[in-house]
T-cell receptor, first 113, second 116 residues
Framework: NAGVTQTPKFRVLKTGQSMTLLCAQD?????MYWYRQDPGMGLRLIHYSVGEGTTAKGEVPDGYNVSRLKKQNFLLGLESAAPSQTSVYFC????????????FGPGTRLTVL | AQKVTQAQTEISVVEKEDVTLDCVYETRDTTYYLFWYKQPPSGELVFLIR??????QNEISGRYSWNFQKSTSSFNFTITASQVVDSAVYFC?????????????FGTGTRLTVIP
């Protein structure tokens, strides 16, 4: 089992460019999450999904969109990247509620110039 | 207001010393879960423990132990006889089942450095 994988591992964007981060899990988990990690801020929830075809906003959703077309995949999109979106992005999944253990991907380091 | 507070930003200890990482949380829910995750220099987050609000028993797993005290809203983590491999950032997190079942609130983390 690969667990949770994220593509790409690193990316550099210019302000205004768009990109999509891909998260895939092979554990048949219902719940998936996107977090961002900034220095001194811990991890903050961007968006999450409680099942295929459903998404919801987390704590810091502005500037991001997500889609969950397949149960195993959760995509995070930046339509017009801004320097404030420079961060490390983590995807996670869990079997139902956030109260269950979340399994994290290795992270994507994004720099927006 | 911060739901999870880890007041210790950085801690350095010499190998074989014991170290305690503090975590204080805030919630109005009666049912909630507390977690500790480890983030080693490689960057991935590793689950260490989950505790529910109805179980105040302390837990020990090898060199790791956790002290959960509802009276002080604390969930502290102690590493006994620290090793260099324990060097990492440690995060405490809270999941509120009643009001925020789909969110996991993280503290800002404590960076532990174990000096050989």
């Amino acid at each position: 089992n690969a667990g949770v994988t994220q593509t790409p591992k690193f990316r550099v964007l210019k302000t205004g460019q768009s990109m999509t981060l891909l998260c895939a899990q092979d554990m048949n988990h219902e719940y998936m999450y996107w977090y961002r990690q900034d220095p001194g801020m811990g991890l903050r929830l961007i968006h999450y999904s409680v099942g295929e075809g459903t998404t919801a906003k987390g704590e810091v959703p502005d500037g991001y969109n997500v889609s969950r077309l397949k149960k195993q995949n959760f995509l995070l999109g930046l339509e017009s990247a801004a320097p404030s979106q420079t961060s490390v992005y983590f995807c996670a999944s869990s079997y139902f509620l956030a109260a269950n253990e979340q399994f994290f991907g290795p992270g994507t380091r994004l720099t927006v110039l | 207001a911060q739901k999870v507070t880890q007041a210790q930003t950085e801690i350095s200890v010499v190998e074989k010393e014991d170290v305690t990482l503090d975590c204080v949380y805030e919630t109005r829910d009666t049912t909630y879960y507390l977690f500790w995750y480890k983030q080693p220099p490689s960057g991935e987050l590793v689950f260490l423990i989950r505790r529910n609000s109805f179980d105040e028993q302390n837990e020990i797993s090898g060199r790791y132990s956790w002290n959960f005290q509802k009276s002080t809203s604390s969930f502290n983590f102690t590493i006994t006889a620290s090793q260099v491999v324990d060097s990492a950032v440690y995060f405490c997190a809270l999941s509120e089942v009643e009001t925020g079942a789909n969110n996991l609130f993280f503290g800002t983390g404590t960076r532990l450095t174990v000096i050989p």
